[in-house]
């Protein structure tokens, strides 16, 4: 390999194959199987061409479709289905995507250098926490070991017990004040890291571009809101009539679901339809038969002087 490929490109020694190679495109092989092998820088070099991110889709179905038409190219490539074709997508994707290739290939290694950043401040502030422990639990070790030792060499020097009950408690109270300042340094390096994990800019959410939620469900309404309003009479909640009391009281109606307002409502409905309806009037620029309408023609008529007087 070195001594073909050295002075620069130069077509492959197998024989039939007629690509050329560049020595620097050479490497170790990392599996034992070379399908395997091939399968991964197939699905390495697609992936870098097709790495659009799931917040550049509108819905997760658009995005499950993408991913669905990346692997379709993707298992051709490998089983040698159409391979030209394939290649043809891969070429043609790349030269009209070429920006938003490059921008997030970009974006993905801020965020693994980011993933990096936040892994070794957490073991930083791990190592933090162990070394404060460890020395917290030594100096609690110390402080008992001098206390126990300073108490009794003063009672046996013959101090006073109030006194020395006195100056535990003050000790106890400065041990109390230290464990408050040191939890709120903990709370300052938990804040740093996760003022490392979001680039300082707040919470970080993953997803699609625009998230909006379902709209709540409306209880279904087979006139689509239109609501009927009589112009030439209004009804009434109660009409007092003794056959129709005596149906609004029958717990046999009631129990079917019958509703005496339906009635009231249809009854007025069929006795007002026929008023403000002039069939001459509407007819009036339509040639009629002879002898058709005449008969309607006379009790339109009727009906309308009947309305004016």
């Avoid at 620097?24 to 820088?41: A, L, M, N, P, S």
């Avoid at 993905?108 to 990096?116: G, I, M, P, T, Y």
């Avoid at 957490?122 to 030792?149: F, I, P, S, T, W």
């Avoid at 909006?212 to 209880?219: A, W």
Wanted: hydrophobic share 35%; proline share 2%.
């Amino acid at each position: 390999m070195d001594r073909i490929f050295s002075h620069g490109p130069n077509k492959c020694p197998i024989a039939g194959c007629n690509r050329t190679l560049r020595k620097h495109r050479f490497r170790k092989q990392t599996f034992e199987d070379i399908q395997v092998e091939r399968e991964v820088d197939i699905r390495k070099r697609v992936a870098a061409i097709f790495n659009r991110r799931e917040d550049e889709f509108a819905t997760l179905l658009d995005y499950n479709n993408y991913l669905n038409d990346v692997e379709d190219i993707t298992f051709n490539l490998i089983n040698k289905i159409d391979v030209e074709e394939s290649e043809a997508k891969l070429a043609s994707y790349a030269s009209s995507h070429g920006d938003e290739i490059i921008h997030n290939a970009t974006v993905a290694s801020q965020e693994a250098e980011n993933f990096s950043a936040v892994q070794a401040a957490e073991r930083e502030q791990g190592k933090m926490r162990r070394e404060a422990a460890r020395r917290e639990e030594e100096e609690e070790k110390r402080e008992k070991r001098e206390g126990r030792q300073n108490v009794l060499n003063r009672l046996a020097a013959g101090a006073n017990v109030r006194e020395v009950e006195e100056e535990g408690h003050k000790v106890h109270l400065k041990k109390r004040l230290d464990r408050k300042e040191q939890a709120e340094r903990q709370r300052q390096l938990t804040a740093s890291a996760a003022d490392i994990k979001t680039n300082g800019s707040g919470f970080t959410i993953k997803g699609l571009k625009t998230r909006k939620p379902p709209e709540k469900e409306k209880p279904f309404d087979p006139f689509e809101s239109y609501k009927y309003k009589a112009k030439n009479y209004q009804m009434m909640d109660r009409y007092e009539w003794s056959w129709l009391n005596d149906l609004r009281d029958n717990t046999v109606i009631q129990a079917g679901g019958y509703d005496i307002q339906e009635f009231h409502a249809r009854a007025l409905c069929e006795a007002f339809s026929g008023l403000g309806v002039f069939v001459m009037e509407e007819k009036k620029d339509v040639d009629l038969a002879e002898g058709v309408f005449n008969t309607s023609a006379v009790s339109t008529a009727a009906a309308a002087d009947v309305a004016m007087s």
